[in-house]
């Protein structure tokens, strides 16, 4: 399978790991909007090419892999690229997944390709826990922690406040709400009873922290419902020790299958990088949409459309006997 | 939709019980190869019906819900049925599920039918948990732990020793181990160092204790590799504290997705009863098989091979909004 890699920031270079790590992928071309020339890849015999160019690759290329963010490049970029292309994309803003499914589907169903929207693991491995687990158990309840992981809207939103030159923020999950919910107990939660708010915060030379730590910890939305921790540190603590992408959580769902009998079913993950640990995804459901497409299926689907035999290079003989 | 139970044993009854929770589904029958007059179920509008006359019923049922044991029963019954019926089965034998697909196939495909074996949680929930963490971590290993839960062949193996009135075995996963695979350690574990046996015997009179436990602690296979231990209790200790049939268990990949960076995908489950979870699993397939026949799929299926969509009595639409 062919496979090509659009936008190449974080998440970008996490697929051009991933294909490495998986034998029947190959990487064909980098397309970014920068000057081509700037764009420095791992892979030293694989062409980078203007995003002007990409429509000269339709036939060299099974999938497109679309690395932008979702809050401006995907809405645009996916229904685009699903008229020249197979597309996966990561997209993550929840509440407008259907809308971006409803243009992804016309322009895919329009050219004849398939496209997997908002693949990653939240949306995407939490949205397959969440159906599975709400499937098997219909009179129950569904919990979703994040964490312990960095945010990087919040992080942003401490960057903007007059006197930090650097921040970031991390999402920890409460044990105590975690084994609550892990008891079968169903306990209706606050938010600051799931999670704290851990933050590491540079500042300016001569800023104010009290007056910087007050702002961080009363802004609505983002920290004002939260038990809020901040830390000041130096620079050099920051990149030494906050340089990283960890993250992960946890989704459980626990309900009843009769008067007497409670279950609870868990699926979580611990990642040390979410960019590398999402573009595998990515990789996996790129070899699904492109098997769909040899089999004539055409238009937008989620993870919750596609056999888990699909995301694999193993043949199903060998997946019923070693893996089921 | 309808569905017919076959065999009322533990899983029949959970099954009958888990479409009570469902309301697209309801129960036409109760199959039995006993005298239908001594088998009383919980549905007083629900006829049992002697298997003898089940192929009168070929009309009346969209997916038959087959809750024989895997030993014996399914790998003559699943074959046999699926020409009558979509049928779905919870056959666990790991290692004949081959063998036991390519039989089912060749009668559904016959008979134009849909049938989805080893369905539950495993096979079945567990399956889906290796498939998934495999196709995304490729450069990984994988890890099930069983327990706590009862060990029906384990129990049994006990209760056939001279002097064994009544016994029970829960396979306990030990902590160190489940703590040694979550830190990415990638541990290699002997059979002792990742689960314990716990026994509850209850002697008959004049038994001697010394020797049932001897005889319990060195069986080949089943305790001989482990750490055992044998607590004799009371025939009234053993009704009030061991008559459940909880259960559970984990799945857990590691994997690298780059030199500096490792990931733990886990999936667990902590189950009141065991037949009573594996019949809603049953039935959330049961409802997978019946839109599969209805689209014109045919043949014999695993778990790997069925949209999560599919499981749900929720429109795809709605699912996108509120799970994706």
């Given at each position: 399978m062919k496979v090509g890699i659009l936008g190449y920031g974080n998440l970008g270079r996490g697929v051009e790991l991933a294909v490495k790590g998986n034998a029947d992928v190959e990487l064909v071309a980098v397309f970014t909007r920068r000057n081509p020339d700037s764009v420095k890849i791992l892979s030293k015999d694989v062409p980078v090419v203007s995003v002007e160019d990409?429509?000269?690759?339709?036939?060299?290329?099974d999938v497109m892999i679309l690395c932008g963010g979702s809050a401006t490049d995907l809405p645009a970029q996916t229904p685009k690229f699903a008229e020249i292309f197979n597309v996966v994309d990561s997209f993550d803003t929840h509440a407008k997944i259907p809308e971006?499914?409803?243009?992804?589907?016309a322009a895919a169903k329009n050219s004849n390709h398939v496209a997997v929207i908002s693949v990653g693991w939240d949306p995407g491995l939490f949205?397959?826990?969440?159906?599975?687990?709400?499937?098997?158990?219909?009179?129950?309840?569904?919990?979703?922690?994040?964490?312990?992981?960095?945010?990087?809207?919040?992080?942003?939103?401490?960057?903007?406040?007059?006197?930090?030159?650097?921040a970031k923020q991390y999402t920890v999950p409460i044990d105590a709400a975690l084994d609550a919910?892990?008891?079968?107990?169903?306990?209706?939660?606050?938010?600051?009873?799931?999670?704290?708010?851990?933050?590491y915060v540079v500042l300016e030379e001569g800023a104010d922290a009290a007056e910087v730590e007050r702002q961080i910890k009363t802004m609505p939305n983002y920290f004002a419902d939260y038990d809020t921790t901040v830390n000041f540190i130096s620079?050099?603590?920051?990149?030494?020790?906050?340089?990283?992408?960890?993250?992960?959580?946890?989704v459980i769902r626990t309900g009843k299958t009769?008067?007497?009998?409670?279950?609870?079913?868990?699926?979580?993950?611990?990642?040390?990088?979410?960019?590398?640990?999402?573009?595998?995804?990515?990789?996996?459901?790129?070899?699904?949409?492109?098997?769909?497409?040899?089999?004539?299926?055409?238009?937008?689907?989620?993870?919750?459309?596609?056999p888990p035999a699909y995301l694999s290079a193993i043949d199903g003989?060998?997946?019923?006997k070693n893996l089921v």
């Amino acid at each position: 399978m062919k496979v090509g890699i659009l936008g190449y920031g974080n998440l970008g270079r996490g697929v051009e790991l991933a294909v490495k790590g998986n034998a029947d992928v190959e990487l064909v071309a980098v397309f970014t909007r920068r000057n081509p020339d700037s764009v420095k890849i791992l892979s030293k015999d694989v062409p980078v090419v203007s995003v002007e160019d990409v429509a000269s690759w339709r036939e060299k290329i099974d999938v497109m892999i679309l690395c932008g963010g979702s809050a401006t490049d995907l809405p645009a970029q996916t229904p685009k690229f699903a008229e020249i292309f197979n597309v996966v994309d990561s997209f993550d803003t929840h509440a407008k997944i259907p809308e971006h499914f409803a243009k992804v589907d016309a322009a895919a169903k329009n050219s004849n390709h398939v496209a997997v929207i908002s693949v990653g693991w939240d949306p995407g491995l939490f949205s397959l826990a969440r159906a599975y687990s709400n499937a098997i158990l219909p009179n129950g309840t569904d919990y979703t922690f994040w964490g312990r992981g960095v945010s990087q809207g919040h992080s942003d939103a401490i960057r903007r406040i007059a006197g930090v030159k650097n921040a970031k923020q991390y999402t920890v999950p409460i044990d105590a709400a975690l084994d609550a919910v892990r008891s079968g107990a169903n306990p209706n939660l606050t938010t600051r009873e799931k999670h704290l708010r851990e933050c590491y915060v540079v500042l300016e030379e001569g800023a104010d922290a009290a007056e910087v730590e007050r702002q961080i910890k009363t802004m609505p939305n983002y920290f004002a419902d939260y038990d809020t921790t901040v830390n000041f540190i130096s620079e050099d603590e920051f990149k030494k020790n906050h340089s990283g992408l960890a993250h992960g959580g946890f989704v459980i769902r626990t309900g009843k299958t009769s008067e007497e009998h409670k279950h609870v079913i868990e699926f979580n993950l611990k990642l040390d990088s979410n960019p590398e640990f999402t573009a595998n995804i990515l990789v996996a459901y790129a070899r699904a949409a492109y098997r769909l497409s040899q089999e004539g299926k055409r238009g937008c689907m989620t993870v919750l459309d596609i056999p888990p035999a699909y995301l694999s290079a193993i043949d199903g003989a060998t997946l019923r006997k070693n893996l089921v």
